[in-house]
């Protein structure tokens, strides 16, 4: 019984409140200092309230509402005077008192009620304690970013273009092309090999439909099949290449690459000239002469040694090259390391693939008949991240279509999150910026670039040097006998703010893969660019090495080259015949530049965590800053600063000890008659040094 009525008093009470709410009565909460049923009443009476009842489980607190009448208006001045006033005159029988105003709240569920969604960890992780793990792409599609009006083309074995998840966003028409077959049928061939595409283009465009699988990246965006990788081994001359990268440039913005040469760590293969020609075609003239936007897998060689910087597609500066991660936030067994990775995203581990789209029926991953086969949680590989990376560029360019290429990557680097921040590997270079070989400069956050977008207003306008050295050194044997070894210098004079650099070897070896290639730059930030690997093959011969690591450093000063052979069966007739370095930056007194593009694209500030473009529980950005540089982050700043006040304190009081000392010894030496004689410490003059070097200085206009 006294439950039933307890009951009836919760909803009768929370009726009234509706009540009072639609029809904007004014709602009060009242606490006495002590119970008594008449007190409650009286001051009802006394302010023509009606008593809706009691708060439960609070005692003593009533909640009141203002009636229909004349004295509404002075009612309510009354207690609103009498509102945040301590207990005390003139009710000396109320605690406090206070109105209640309506607030909206919402449910903190997903966007789209699509069935993989739940599941699909890469765009909101909700496993502790790697929450923070996932692209963060929830706040973006809030700000209403979903990449409409912006074409991806996939650069693959076809796509099941009419999948009940990708019909919505297929653009047809001369934007698609099939280069195996010389038609225009992009669709998968061999239903038992070509399934990839289908699953690429699933996580970067999946449609919203609410009924089938997951959702993309970019749920609104675009997209084109361009078929070059058809069957289970795809071989093409050049030419074909070069076409399939710069099909239809003046509707496709962005071109999605998970393919590469083998991964096996037995090759270096790259762009011949043409392709390399063809790219840069697209980088000029591309998006109305904004340049095309390349995404690039880094590869799944790992465990053979492979590197990205062996690969000459994904080691190009044009191009954004993405590593892999595990939803813990730590480097893939497969995803390859390289200097030239700009970031890494998430893709499928062992125990938390990825979910996409799938063929139809019992082809492809999921084997299940019919339309229970059209999705499959099984995909995986860096080819997964480079479909993340080209979503992510969707909403970028939404966000802000006017901007370059190399705007583009300046905003990916600025987006970016110390991912596995333990790992040893990390390095903070000389312009602030913490950068790794296994992770580039970190995890991308997607809504993180969308509102760096918004605010980048002002072209990057690329300045770079390059000079040469021909050396013909060979390979000296060490004086500890364990490696043959080579450095060689290059001094540059010219100052520019880096982002890219490149180094062009020819070195003679009987066998490239016993070579160590390391690059170091003015501050001594060391790129690695090539370790001992499984590549028996002869010589580098004009092989393009690229780095990320001198992102933000000035190029004045001493770059080292250092090779080196550490096998017991070195060669001893090889020779670092010459090499040359390619600095691409900005001209940081250019006062056009807002500061953050002039720190070499860092800001100097931690975000919110509450900012839409925060990340999980992070608050480590890639935004370089001199605190950051000097004391790090958490409980290491903490004992660093510690240390630091300590040190600084101890230094003072022995200063302070030393004068006294000094004082006391005078005054001794007064009172003895004593004469003390400093004699003068001798200097020397170290002999300037002048190097005379020539240097050939080009600028490009930043859109290219």
């Not at 006017?402 to 905003?411: A, G, P, V």
């Not at 001893?572 to 370095?581: C, G, H, I, K, R």
Request: aromatic fraction near 8%; charge should be negative.
């Amino acid at each position: 019984g006294d439950h039933m009525l307890v009951t009836g008093t919760v909803v009768v009470v929370s009726l009234a409140l509706w009540h009072c709410i639609c029809a904007q009565n004014s709602i009060w909460a009242v606490e006495f200092k002590h119970y008594n049923v008449n007190i409650s009443q009286h001051f009802a009476e006394e302010h023509d309230l009606i008593l809706i009842g009691k708060v439960e489980l609070l005692d003593n607190v009533y909640l009141y509402k203002t009636r229909e009448s004349p004295k509404r208006i002075a009612s309510e001045q009354v207690l609103r005077s009498l509102e945040g006033q301590e207990s005390g005159s003139p009710h000396d029988s109320v605690l406090w008192l206070e109105e209640q105003h309506a607030v909206v709240f919402e449910k903190k569920s997903l966007p789209y009620q699509d069935p993989l969604l739940p599941s699909q960890w890469h765009l909101h992780n909700e496993t502790s304690p790697t929450s923070h793990i996932h692209i963060n792409v929830l706040p973006a599609w809030k700000m209403g970013y979903t990449g409409k009006s912006v074409v991806i083309a996939f650069i693959d074995d076809g796509v099941e273009y009419d999948h009940p998840d990708l019909e919505h966003n297929w653009l047809p028409g001369s934007n698609n092309w099939n280069y195996n077959t010389g038609s225009s049928d992009v669709k998968p061939r061999d239903l038992l090999q070509d399934y990839h595409g289908t699953s690429v283009a699933g996580l970067g465009v999946a449609y919203h439909d609410g009924t089938t699988c997951g959702v993309g990246v970019a749920p609104d965006a675009q997209f084109s099949s361009i078929v070059l990788l058809q069957h289970a081994s795809s071989s093409f001359i050049p030419s074909t290449a070069a076409q399939a990268l710069t099909h239809a440039y003046d509707i496709n913005d962005i071109y999605c690459n998970s393919w590469g040469p083998r991964d096996d760590g037995l090759r270096k293969e790259g762009p011949n000239t043409l392709v390399a020609r063809s790219i840069m075609t697209a980088i000029e003239k591309g998006r109305g002469g904004l340049g095309s936007l390349y995404m690039w897998a880094a590869g799944n060689g790992r465990q053979n040694g492979d590197n990205c910087n062996y690969d000459g597609y994904a080691n190009s500066r044009y191009v954004v090259t993405v590593g892999a991660v595990t939803e813990k936030g730590t480097f893939t067994s497969y995803s390859e390391p390289c200097a030239a990775l700009i970031g890494v995203l998430p893709s499928g581990s062992g125990s938390a693939p990825l979910g996409t789209t799938d063929l139809h029926g019992r082809f492809g991953l999921n084997e299940a008949q019919g339309s229970a086969g059209a999705c499959t949680e099984r995909f995986g590989g860096t080819s997964a991240s480079s479909p993340l990376a080209a979503g992510i560029a969707a909403l970028v360019l939404e966000a802000n279509p006017d901007l370059t290429w190399l705007d583009f990557q300046y905003i990916i680097k600025m987006s970016t999150i110390k991912t596995d921040p333990k790992n040893s590997g990390w390095v903070l270079n000389g312009g602030g910026m913490w950068v790794s070989h296994e992770y580039g400069f970190g995890l991308i956050d997607a809504s993180l670039a969308v509102k760096r977008a918004e605010s980048f207003v002002v072209h990057v306008k690329e300045i770079a040097l390059t000079q040469s050295k021909r050396d013909n050194e060979p390979l000296l044997l060490s004086t500890n006998g364990k490696q043959y070894i080579v450095e060689s210098k290059i001094h540059l004079n010219q100052t520019i703010m880096l982002h890219h650099v490149e180094v062009i070897v020819n070195i003679k070896h009987k066998s490239r893969g016993q070579l160590d290639i390391r690059l170091i730059t003015p501050y001594g930030t060391e790129s690695i660019l090539a370790t001992a690997h499984r590549d028996t093959n002869p010589n580098y011969s004009g092989w393009r090495f690229t780095t990320m690591f001198a992102w933000g450093e000035h190029s004045t000063g001493d770059w080292k080259l250092i090779v080196s052979d550490s096998t017991r069966s070195g060669d001893p007739n090889a020779v670092l015949e010459s090499w040359t370095l390619n600095l691409y930056g900005l001209d940081e007194n250019d006062e056009s530049y807002p500061d953050f593009v002039k720190r070499g694209g860092s800001q100097a500030f931690e975000w919110d965590l509450h900012d839409v473009s925060a990340i999980g529980n992070s608050t480590s950005t890639n935004s370089g800053g001199l605190f950051y540089a000097l004391f790090g982050e958490g409980h290491e700043a903490v004992m660093k600063i510690v240390l630091m006040v300590g040190l600084v304190s101890g230094i003072f009081i022995t200063v302070v000890i030393m004068i006294i000392v000094f004082i006391l010894r005078r005054e001794v030496s007064r009172v003895d008659d004593n004469t003390i004689q400093m004699k003068p410490i001798p200097t020397t003059k170290d002999e300037d040094i002048t190097e005379t070097e020539t240097t050939n200085i080009y600028i490009a206009d930043g859109k290219n």
